[in-house]
């Protein structure tokens, strides 16, 4: 149930620190999953009567298995440095939102059952008994953390929210009491291979009619290929590219880019998604599933490389997990990187001198660039530190004259999330995702009113569907947000394409 509180927060800044409204997100819960999406991914259907014997022994199991969860539980001094910086609770004003307060929902209990004091003096060290009133709780506020990792950077010793968020909900899962979003959506990729259950017909017809729009806006055959054995690459893209906007823009911009670069590439029916959602909830089991189906489908069609879409947490999982999940990638050509991100392979060509631009094409949008935060904080791009940053902005600068930062404090490393990420990006979560919105929204009205910036890009499909939703929200209109390869898309000229073609209606529909 929702929480009745849905008024959209005035902030002054994007980084005020909120009044204190205790309680005021207690309500607020995603819809539990049922029986069947459960089974889908391995876990019990309902609260199992032993459940919190399972639970004790998952949590052990992870401290003894996951140095990392153990230390992070073991290290909080309280210190303070993280509790003004998460978005959730600029936004919504509840303490639990801190992110020192969510942690402590489980350390809590880990202090009971797995500490000395906690054991014997348990009032002393704030432990605490599990309750089916704690795993309630647990419920509720470990689907209010995104896992963005921002509070992460300013913590001192390095503790990441993130990976307990995600240890708790692996632990809910195991009991029998998971999330219907995620867990059907990993069910959806077990069994037909991408988030949305799009068959393989469905999906090449649909790769079809974007061929034939692309050669109608621009003459020119551009091919979008599917299952096309001996092909150079293979692209792995959220399968949001397939039917939205504005991601289906953003994929038109890869496959020009491809057909400039003269390579030969496809999309994989079978392995048609690049998401993987076996990450947001904390299952290494189901993330290695996911992405096993990659590895098959790369050996099946008989590929050298393979190329990650704009996807932010599909990108995480990939530059920091692919070779553990579904390694080795021995059969790949070594001579590039593997994975590669599609910014790479972009960037790459645009130093070629590769794509004919003309950044005029762009010149009805004033723009901004919103860092998503699994690519900003949780991995790299490019050879140099730092590539996840700057060949985003590279790339978006080769093609637009009127770029602008937003406030440095809410970039970069320190990105300010969109709100809608870690599996939170389902209805019944809405007011909570545009309170979780409201910073940077907040960042973006600035830069708004400072430069007169109109759009904005982002390189995560998540994001770019929680923008669009919460948008309106703040003043924008929903196609002010942007994909990175979209802005290319529009600057490109292809080889035959006749530049003297280009019609406004054109141009502003490119940037819808």
């Known amino acids: 149930m929702a929480p009745k509180d849905t008024e959209i927060p005035q902030l002054a800044h994007p980084l005020e620190i909120p009044r204190l409204k205790c309680g005021a997100m207690a309500d607020s819960m995603p819809y539990p999953a049922s029986p069947e999406h459960q089974a889908s991914v391995g876990f019990p259907g309902e609260l199992l009567p032993d459940w919190k014997e399972r639970a004790l022994a998952k949590m052990k199991d992870l401290a003894e298995k996951n140095r990392a969860f153990q230390v992070y539980l073991d290290a909080c001094v309280k210190c303070g440095a993280c509790t003004d ?6 936004g919504t004003g509840d303490p639990k939102n801190m992110p020192v307060a969510r942690q402590d929902l489980l350390r809590s209990v880990y202090r009971r059952y797995f500490t000395f004091a906690g054991k014997h003096f348990p009032w002393l060290v704030g432990a605490r008994d599990l309750t089916e009133e704690v795993l309630d709780e647990w419920y509720s506020y470990y689907h209010q953390c995104s896992q963005c990792r921002r509070c992460s950077v300013f913590c001192p010793f390095g503790i990441d929210t993130a990976e307990i968020s995600m240890a708790a909900r692996e632990i809910m899962d195991v009991v029998g009491k998971g999330q219907k979003y995620c867990n059907e959506i990993i069910g959806k990729v077990h069994k037909i291979g991408n988030n949305l259950g799009l068959q393989e017909k469905a999906l090449r017809a649909t790769l079809e009619g974007l061929e034939e729009d692309i050669e109608d806006d621009t003459g020119v055959s551009v091919r979008i290929p599917l299952d096309e054995k001996g092909a150079d690459i293979l692209l792995v893209t959220p399968s949001a590219d397939f039917f939205a906007e504005p991601h289906i823009e953003g994929l038109i911009g890869y496959a020009k880019v491809f057909h400039e670069a003269g390579v030969s590439w496809t999309v994989s029916s079978y392995a048609s998604e690049a998401a993987n959602f076996g990450l ?10 996911v992405s096993l189906r990659i590895r098959k ?15 932010g947490h599909a990108w995480r999982v990939a530059y920091s997990f692919l070779n553990t999940l579904a390694g ?13 991100h599609i910014c790479e392979f972009t960037w790459g060509e645009i130093q070629k001198g590769t794509l004919n631009i003309d950044k005029a094409r762009n010149d009805h949008i004033r723009l901004t660039y919103h860092d998503s935060c699994n690519v900003a904080r949780a991995s790299g791009m490019g050879e140099e530190a730092g590539g996840q940053f700057e060949i985003p902005r590279h790339i978006l600068k080769s093609v637009c004259n009127h770029f602008y930062d937003m406030p440095r404090d809410t970039i970069m490393e320190s990105t300010l999330c969109c709100g809608g990420g870690g599996g939170l990006l389902t209805d019944e979560l809405m007011d909570l995702r545009t309170k979780g919105a409201s910073p940077r929204m907040t960042a973006l009205q600035e830069v708004t009113e400072e430069h007169g910036v109109t759009h904005m890009a982002a390189i995560c499909a998540i994001c770019k569907t929680q923008f669009s939703k919460v948008m309106p929200k703040f003043g924008y209109e929903m196609d002010s947000i942007l994909s990175v390869h979209q802005m290319v898309s529009n600057a490109i000229i292809l080889t035959g394409q006749d530049a003297g073609e280009e019609e406004e209606g054109e141009t502003a529909e490119g940037a819808a």
Do not use: T
């Open 297 to 311: 489908a790369a050996k099946e069609l008989g590929v050298k490389r393979i190329i990650f879409g704009e996807c």
């Open 328 to 340: 080795p990638w021995d059969f790949l050509d070594q001579n590039y990187p593997v994975p590669q």
């Open 280 to 289: 947001f909830i904390g299952s290494y089991e189901n993330m290695r599933e």
């Open 85 to 90: 910086k998460c978005h959730y609770f600029i």
